[in-house]
């Protein structure tokens, strides 16, 4: 089928975003709208003194300005994460109110918001809020914030320590340690980034006869509205309606619920006017969520042969100065449930200490978790290699969790299903030429540059929350409409879904109407995020068709006066066995409308149960190759290459496109991209200039493969796609980094390999650099 | 807040001279848009100089070439005859910002921005370029290195606006070059840079020279003790590494976020060596 | 304040308006003219999400003020289709899924237009460059240059048929 699952359909939502049409929160304006504006703290800690409003509330335009004191009935922004220490111990989550109650604790926290006639007015007027605090001091650093003469952020728990989190079995990891023939080990930053989806956040509130209305960008409406009415206004569910239209790209952030969106709600009920707020670039990077930030320390324990016997990794987490949604799940649960990664590892033991600082909360950034266990796992691998003097395709090889022995039960509990971990890696090593590299390292030392290549293998869990739900309405004309709960913000759902129904119901493409963001439609959905929508989403779409075909079945077999097991369905007609009469998919709908035959229509809903601590395992190789001038510490990419095993590719042409994305993303953080705090707590990377994101210049070709081995345990066979290229790709980059230097006597780098960090490295120079 | 744009420069220079409050000059505004923005200039009066006739032209004569203030990075980079002549100017302009900030980037409007790290201004101060001002006291000509007097600072006076800058003619047997470093390739700050004007005698001997650094002080250097050290030579091994010292020990840079003190000065040696050599074969020199 | 009246061409047509002496084209072509096809994407110039042609040349609306585009020209993405006849270039965007969450892609398409009117025979590198303005977050960019040179072709082939018909 031209249109079916596998075939590299173009996008359906593309028209209206090439021409500019496209309705990003941005673009929506309500009559009679108000403008919102934070006043954010520009201390990163403090007692607050006082917070005067009354220059703010006298100024041009100004409706109203509140502070926590006018938001008491507001509930504060929830975590999620559920977690417990091995004593029993619950993670300690303090509450994380919309705007600073007591005290601030990082530098553009919310402390008022101001809401005036127009967006200038708003703005200038949130700049005359007087905020006095008595300082205190900033802890920025994870090292810091661990001590135990640490100032304490949250003062009632006495420690910054939310959790210490533990898995696996120390004293065996011990038994193995004392046992090995080698030991390796690595002292590993994974650092902090700012996701910046392009599209800044922002939010019109709506309320009106008793219902809330919220456009937002999101990854997922139903999710935004159940924090909005539960945790924070305490209404019932109907009363908020949340609408995401067009979404500017998401990464993690836009799982969140963040403060000002549910301001605008609140303003909006106060003053009987839609409130609009659009957030600018300098204050996203204050106040959108941040990623990773991670201390890693990691010790692999091996025979004479280069297997692993055991491997203990003990991590400091940075979770800012408050819990996100999801914020100690991720460095967690999250990256923990492929702890030790691809290997096979008789002890492990996993130790995180999840550790408030003063800073931006860290929630889910593209991979949340797998990403820095992915990182840990392939340095020490390399590092093995480099003190074994193995190759280092040859010990993942000699390490590697055979196929034969899937399902494969790591020290998480979880059971990874399926995968071809060396075939994979080969299939990425033979594309690299990873044989002829040492022709190609020659040429680039006749030129004075130092090259090298670099291997990274990732494995993710995928799937996210276990339960999913879609809803296939035909319609009388015989077109269908499908409500899905995922949400799509780029991936393209609204094709690589079509394709799926187009796959079920053998209708054409473009007979199928998408319908997703939208919570008057939409009753329920975990949203997207951590690889889940095409799993997820695209197997209750395709339950939901076939429940459709089901229930239609037996209409026909009224209309054709004959019993359901005589019909049979195919391309949009339902046919009597013998073929002798049939009847078409419009008019079984049709008929399924009226009275005699209940007329609730042809449609169904299926909510997918995947079962509770089941995942689906993506997993790859990507081999980056590099060349670095040792004079001005400039690395070139030369060459990229990336092959995926993301079970059955839908849709090739999406499904490249995540890996590029996500490569691009994970190149970023390897090279390029650092949230800056100075020691006193103040964010030096406020702009794109300060953040370095990737350009398309300093970008390579991707060269994109799939090795396509059946997720087990669903239907469709899929695994998902988002987040590999995350995953692979620093480890890849660093490896490479790191092999071109080997001739300098460099063993240890850490992100982002910035050109002076490089040049530090070739020139024998100390690579601490200045602090701030 | 008022927009005013005038016809001539005498009248620019009236409207700025006579402004109340904050006057601004707007050129390219790529890089007064974002202070506006970010509230570190909140101007009562905007002149954009982009009406004026001689901002709008470059002129070819005798004596050089006479580049509008209002010319952009985009127009320079197409301008056959000045690529010819000024390969490095042209080359240092066309490096400020993205294809979207060359559309609107000026020489004139980096040199008054007066930052350290101008890329146009080093290749500039290298070609001996002049600043022609215009102000209620009439017209004056100076050394574009005599514009910027530290970080956001000029020289000019309340009223005073550039209103083109001159390259001098080039000289038979001579060349020029720019390098910067940056941690991206486009769109970003130079974190140091060189720019080298070099003429030659018929035997390949450098006979003159002029060296400058950016981003390594508080304003760009002309380093005259770098241009010494290649006077007389064909650019051999010891007198790159001599101008690479001189350029080193002429740095004074700060320590930041983009780039330590022992970076920017190490790799200022490195780029005026590529540079100089760069130059040295415009300039019809074999190596 | 002290409004400036403003005549201009958008996308061939004429548009007069009244803007604030500080307000950026971007905020005029989104909230006075009701084109929201530019994006502010960091209100610096850091990003080329709001990137429109303005007399052939290529700027980010966010570093122009309304007021200086009195008698220019300025083109949008919402004029890049002829019609209901989409561009080469949002053809090539569209075979190619050269967007994902498609909040860069004006910027882009309108920074590709402007290579194309210059260099219609751009190379890779070129494309990369040329293009380096704006920042994309999801696509990686592979696929916006793969685009963009397929659009490139298309529009030599055309151009190629035109000239030749005109020899006849």
């Known amino acids: 089928m031209k249109f079916g699952v596998g075939q590299p359909v173009p996008r359906l939502e593309d028209p209206r975003l090439i021409t500019g049409s496209g309705r990003f929160t941005d673009d929506v304006n309500l009559p009679d709208q108000l403008y919102m504006a934070i006043a954010r703290s ?259 324990a091996l025979d004479e042969s280069g297997r692993a016997l055991g491997v203990r990794i003990e991590t400091l987490a940075n979770l800012g100065a408050y819990c996100s949604a999801v914020g100690p799940f991720v460095p967690t649960m999250a990256g923990g449930r492929v702890v030790g990664t691809v290997y096979r590892l008789p002890a492990l033991y996993h130790s995180v200490r999840c550790l408030y600082t003063n800073t931006m909360p860290v929630a889910a950034y593209r991979g949340a978790g797998r990403p820095e266990a992915c990182y840990v796992m392939e340095r020490l691998m390399d590092e093995a290699a480099r003190q074994l003097g193995i190759g280092r395709d040859e010990i993942r090889r000699r390490n590697f969790i055979p196929s034969s022995a899937m399902p494969f039960v790591n020290h998480s509990g979880v059971s990874i299903s399926s995968g071809e971990f060396e075939a994979t890696m080969d299939l990425a090593l033979e594309r690299a030429d990873w044989a002829g590299f040492e022709r190609r390292r020659r040429r680039s030392e006749g030129l004075g540059r130092l090259r090298g290549i670099g291997l990274g293998y990732y494995v993710e869990s995928s799937g996210g929350g276990p339960e999913e739900e879609a809803r296939v309405r035909i319609h009388p004309d015989g077109s269908a409409e499908v409500i899905v709960g995922t949400y799509s913000h780029g991936q ?63 209409v026909a077999a009224e209309l054709l006066q004959s019993e359901p097991g005589r019909v049979t369905y195919e391309a949009a007609v339902y046919r009597l066995d013998d073929a002798s009469a049939q009847v078409s998919l419009a008019d079984v709908a049709r008929a399924a409308e009226t009275a005699q035959f209940g007329g609730e229509g042809l449609a169904e809903t299926h909510r997918y149960d995947r079962g509770a601590g089941t995942y689906t395992f993506p997993n790859g190789a990507h081999v980056a190759e590099v060349e670095i001038d040792p004079d001005t510490g400039v690395l070139h990419i030369c060459r990229y290459t990336a092959v995926d095993d993301c079970g059955r590719v839908i849709n090739p042409l999406l499904a490249a496109g995540q890996v590029h994305g996500g490569v691009v993303q994970g190149l970023g953080q390897a090279l390029l991209e650092n949230v800056v705090y100075d020691t006193d707590g103040q964010l030096l990377t406020g702009s794109f200039l300060d953040y370095a994101m990737p350009f398309a210049d300093a970008m390579p070709d991707v060269d994109v493969s799939f090795n396509e081995v059946l997720d087990p345990n669903n239907e469709l066979g899929v695994k998902g796609i988002g987040e590999g290229g995350a995953c692979g790709a620093p480890p890849a980059l660093v490896n490479a980094a790191l092999h071109a230097l080997a001739s300098r006597g460099v063993t240890a780098i850490d992100m982002p390999l910035t050109p002076e960090k490089l040049w530090r490295a070739a020139n024998g120079l100390s690579l601490q650099e200045r602090a701030g | 807040m008022r927009y005013e744009a005038p016809s ?66 985009a127009r320079l980079g197409k301008h056959r005859a000045l690529k010819k002549a000024w390969p490095g ?38 070609a001996n370029a002049k600043a022609n001002v215009v102000g209620p006291g009439g017209r004056r000509t ?55 004007n070099l003429t030659l005698d018929s ?84 190596k | 304040m002290n409004g400036v009246q403003v005549s201009t061409t958008v996308n061939g047509d004429v548009e007069e308006f009244v803007c604030h002496p500080g307000e950026t084209l971007l905020e005029v072509l989104r909230n006075r003219l009701g084109l929201t096809g530019a994006k502010e994407g960091c209100g610096t110039g850091d990003c080329g999400a709001c990137s429109v042609i303005v007399d052939g040349q290529l700027v980010c609306s966010c570093l122009v003020l309304g007021a200086e585009v009195e008698g220019r020209k300025v083109a949008t993405v919402e004029g890049l289709a002829d019609g209901n006849r989409l561009h080469p270039l949002q053809d090539k965007f569209l075979e190619h899924a050269a967007l994902q969450c498609g909040i860069c892609t004006p910027g882009f398409l309108v920074a590709a237009k402007a290579l194309l009117d210059d260099n219609p025979d751009p190379t890779e590198e070129e494309i990369r460059y040329a293009l380096a303005g704006n920042l994309c977050r999801c696509t990686g960019y592979d696929k916006i240059v793969r685009a963009v040179d397929a659009a490139a072709a298309e529009l030599r082939k055309s151009s190629k048929k035109k000239a030749s018909g005109r020899k006849k």
């Open chain 2, 203 to 286: 035997k390949g001997v450098v006979k003159k020279a002029r060296v400058a650094l950016g981003a390594v002080a508080p304003t760009v250097l002309l380093v005259e003790d770098a241009a010494k050290a290649i006077v007389g030579t064909k650019l051999d091994d010891d007198a790159l590494a001599a101008l690479a010292a001189a350029c080193e020990a002429a740095c004074r840079p700060i320590d930041d976020m983009r780039g330590t003190i022992e970076f920017r000065t190490e790799v200022a040696g490195v780029l005026a060596r590529r540079a100089a050599l760069t130059a040295y074969e415009r300039a019809g020199g074999k």
């Open chain 1, 492 to 554: 393209g759902h609204e094709t690589a879904f079509a394709q799926i129904l187009s796959d079920t119901f053998g209708i054409e493409f473009d007979k199928i109407r998408f319908i997703q963001g939208d919570t008057a439609f939409v009753k329920f959905g975990g949203g997207t995020g951590g690889s889940r929508s095409s799993q997820m989403g695209g197997i209750a779409v395709k339950r939901a068709g076939e429940g459709v075909i089901e229930q239609g079945r037996a």
């Open chain 1, 42 to 300: 520009p201390y990163p800690h403090g007692s607050i003194a006082s917070i005067d409003t009354d220059a703010a509330e006298a100024a041009a335009g100004v409706v109203a300005v509140y502070t926590a004191a006018d938001i008491e009935s507001l509930g504060g922004m929830p975590c999620r994460a559920v977690l417990k220490d091995r004593q029993g111990n619950p993670c300690f989550i303090p509450k994380r109110p919309l705007l600073a109650e007591g005290r601030v604790r990082f530098v553009g926290e919310p402390v008022a918001a101001v809401v005036a006639r127009t967006r200038t007015e708003a703005r200038d007027a949130a700049e005359l809020v007087l905020l006095e605090v008595e300082d205190l001091p900033a802890v920025v650093d994870l090292n810091a914030a661990a001590a135990a003469e640490a100032t304490v952020l949250h003062e009632a728990h006495g420690s910054n320590l939310a959790i210490h989190y533990e898995n696996g079995d120390e004293a065996a990891w011990e038994a193995a340690a004392a046992a090995a023939a080698h030991r390796v080990q690595v002292s590993l930053v994974n650092n902090r980034v700012a996701p910046s989806p392009l599209e800044p956040r922002a939010a019109v509130g709506h309320y009106a006869n008793g219902t809330f209305t919220l456009y937002n960008p999101s990854q997922g409406a139903f999710a935004q509205q159940g924090v909005l009415a539960r945790a924070i206004f305490d209404e019932p569910l109907e009363s908020i309606r949340v609408i995401s239209g067009e979404t500017g790209g998401g990464f993690g952030i836009r799982g969140e619920v963040h403060p000002e969106a549910a301001l605008t709600l609140f303003a909006s009920r106060a003053l009987g006017a839609p409130v609009k707020w659009h957030g600018d670039r300098s204050e996203m990077f204050l106040s959108d969520s941040h990623g990773r930030d991670n201390l890693t320390r990691a010790d692999l």
């Open chain 2, 89 to 126: 100017v042209v080359e240092a302009t066309n490096l400020i910002g993205s294809d979207q900030i060359q559309g609107r980037c000026t020489m004139a409007g980096n040199l008054c921005n007066a930052s350290p790290a101008a890329d146009s201004v080093p290749a500039m101060v290298a």
């Open chain 2, 142 to 196: 100076v050394a574009v290195e005599k514009i910027p007097t530290g970080p956001g600072k000029t020289s000019l006076k309340k009223g005073e606006i550039i209103e083109s800058i001159t390259l001098p003619a080039k000289a038979p047997r001579s060349g020029d070059a720019y390098l910067r470093f940056i941690p991206r390739t486009e769109m970003d700050i130079a974190v140091v840079s060189a720019g080298v």
């Open chain 2, 8 to 73: 001539s420069s005498k009248e620019a220079a009236k409207l700025l001279a006579s402004a109340k409050g904050k006057a601004v000059v707007l050129a390219g505004g790529t890089d007064l848009l974002v202070r506006m923005k970010s509230g570190a200039v909140e101007p009562d009066l905007i002149v954009d100089i982009k009406r004026i006739g001689a901002t709008q032209e470059i002129k070819k004569s005798g004596n050089g070439f006479k580049i509008g203030a209002g010319v952009s990075g």
